[in-house]
């Protein structure tokens, strides 16, 4: 089979669930595209979501976007492909999409061949791998050691694009793939009907957050199409435009270095890419290599339970309170110490954080500001203890204190805080953190991550 | 003097995975950029001083083909952790805004 002169690919949104146009994608649809997908997650959110086994966008709207896509994938017979699903990528994630779009096939009457492919790790084959020296250590974090991968909730490995390819020979056309590397899910088709590696690495960056490339930027489509060496981006809906800066903008998105991408398999260097403007919408993008890696490597994400916590909202408009915001934050916390230790908590079990907003909540101590007071003060008071009850019990006792502590010149005696909402304290639930960050060079792209079929 | 702010069409900030946070400065004008970028302002030691972090903490590169300057430099809490104030990493752009370039453009 030769490879075709070019080949377009349509991303519906950033993240499966954040929405985008009907029309958008009808749009995209009339230029007949080769594949539909989205991404369907991210670390960006924090380590709680893959910890929990929960998904960060809604049920509901995760089911409007899905529905959307394989009624379009189903009537023009293309495959649909969605990454990192249910928000995480691991296992309860990817059980509950592969559940919704069971669901939607039934209420659509749809039927099509389905492929979940697998990333939550073996963690006997992992702590052999540790054993073998076959892991390295991302972002200055510790060597992996078989205590971390024991203590963690869950790990998952980030995919290529092999077992996303190996999915559609089999004959899947709806894929579900658990953790994927963002551009894993566009890489894999486009590469596989004969396209070059760099533009279809390119391509997946592009494509991995929807009409993020685009401006106004929004969630929303996003056409993608390969010829030869280079690729063409444009946004399906009319109100939006790719121009070189909203596609040179995108293409610094959440990496630490803007010319050296490096994938599972290889680095994509982008030093010599051109931005050139081929309409007043559509962006021409060239001069990007694809360096094969010597040894294959998959990335693993892997968090471990921290704890459990609870919070309070309040702020105060007393200026003269305000003036002596620190002292009195330094008091309350040696009274919750006291406090809490009277009802048998001693302090070196839990920790409490205060972030006042209105001064340095946004940046804490990286804040430079140093202006004149403002008129009103916000906190949001966190307390982390070994179980949710003790949370609760100290965080009660901070509320009390915060609401109700003296200081110097007090005029407002029957309470310092305002709370906009009864109940006024919130269990947040088990605190989770990132604990595997880190590289793993697996014996060949396919054995992290097993492929099950079925038919829907 | 110009300040960033003004000259700059994009100032922002996001994660670069959870232990990293990567700040991006684009400009629309390739003359404005080559100007900026001559005036030698933004570079490592810049970063390092408004984010607190040691130089050898920062990771910065010129992007000439975006018009772009990159640093990522260590977050202060990993994301989600205890005490973050920031999980996205989205809001850590403004000690940016103010900083003063010495070029009079118009």
Not at chain 1, 149 to 161: D, Q, S, Y
Not at chain 2, 31 to 60: C, M, P, W
Not at chain 2, 92 to 101: F, G, R, S, T, W
Request: hydrophobic share 45%; aromatic share 6%; glycine share 8%.
């Amino acid at each position: 089979m030769s490879a075709p002169l070019s080949y377009t690919m349509l991303s519906t949104s950033g993240i499966l669930g954040y929405g985008f146009a009907e029309e958008s994608l009808r749009a995209g649809m009339t230029r007949n595209p080769s594949i539909i997908g989205c991404d369907g997650g991210s670390t960006d959110p924090g380590p709680y979501y893959l910890g929990a086994g929960k998904a960060f966008c809604s049920r509901l709207s995760i089911k409007r976007d899905l529905r959307l896509m394989l009624q379009a994938a189903v009537a023009a017979g293309i495959p649909c492909i969605i990454g990192t699903s249910g928000g995480a990528g691991g296992e309860p994630h990817l059980q509950d999409t592969a559940a919704l779009v069971r669901e939607i096939a039934r209420e659509e009457k749809l039927s099509f061949r389905m492929a979940l492919i697998h990333a939550e790790v073996d963690r006997a084959l992992l702590t052999r791998r540790v054993g073998e020296g076959r892991t390295r250590a991302l972002a200055k974090q510790p060597a992996l050691d078989a205590g971390t991968i024991e203590r963690a909730t869950r790990i998952v490995g980030m995919m290529g694009p092999e077992p996303i390819a190996r999915a559609l020979d089999q004959g899947a056309q709806v894929i579900l793939a658990g953790r994927s590397s963002d551009p894993a899910q566009w890489a894999a088709p486009a590469m596989r009907a004969g396209m070059q590696p760099a533009p279809s690495w390119y391509a997946g960056k592009m494509l991995e957050c929807g009409a993020e490339p685009t401006t106004p930027k929004e969630p929303d489509c996003l056409l993608v199409t390969i010829e030869g060496d280079h690729l063409y981006c444009e946004p399906p809906n009319p109100i939006r435009r790719c121009t070189p800066l909203s596609v040179a903008n995108f293409s610094l998105h959440e990496n630490s270095s803007p010319i050296h991408h490096v994938e599972p398999g290889g680095l994509l260097d982008t030093s010599d890419v051109l931005f050139e403007a081929v309409t007043d919408r559509v962006v021409r993008v060239s001069g990007m290599r694809w360096t094969p890696a010597e040894t294959y490597t998959v990335k693993l994400e892997g968090v471990e339970l921290a704890g459990y916590r609870a919070i309070t909202i309040c702020a105060t408009r007393d200026p003269v309170l305000i003036a002596q915001v620190d002292a009195y934050l330094a008091t309350h916390k040696a009274k919750v110490q006291a406090k809490a230790a009277a009802f048998g908590v001693p302090a070196e079990t839990w920790r409490m954080a205060v972030r006042t907003i209105g001064r340095d909540a946004v940046m804490g101590e990286r804040e430079l500001f140093r202006g004149p007071a403002p008129h009103e003060l916000g906190f949001v008071v966190e307390v982390l203890a070994e179980t949710q009850d003790v949370a609760n019990a100290v965080l009660a006792m901070a509320r009390t204190s915060l609401l109700h502590a003296d200081f110097e010149g007090r005029l407002c005696k029957e309470g310092n805080m305002a709370f906009p909402f009864s109940p006024s304290d919130i269990e947040l639930g088990a605190l989770y953190r990132f604990s595997v960050f880190h590289t793993v060079a697996p014996d060949d792209p396919y054995e992290m991550f097993p492929i099950e079929h079925e038919k829907v | 003097m110009a300040l960033l702010r003004d000259i700059a069409q994009i100032i922002k900030s996001k994660n670069a995975g959870p232990f990293m946070l990567t700040i991006d400065v684009l400009f629309e004008d390739a003359s404005i950029y080559r100007q900026v970028k001559a005036t030698g302002v933004l570079n490592a030691a810049l970063f390092a001083r408004l984010y607190n972090v040691a130089e050898a903490d920062v990771l910065f590169t010129p992007y000439d083909t975006a018009l772009a300057f990159k640093a990522t430099l260590p977050r202060l809490v990993p994301a989600g952790d205890f005490g973050d104030t920031d999980v996205y990493g989205a809001q850590q752009h403004a000690p940016l805004l103010d900083v003063e370039v010495p070029l009079n453009l118009r």
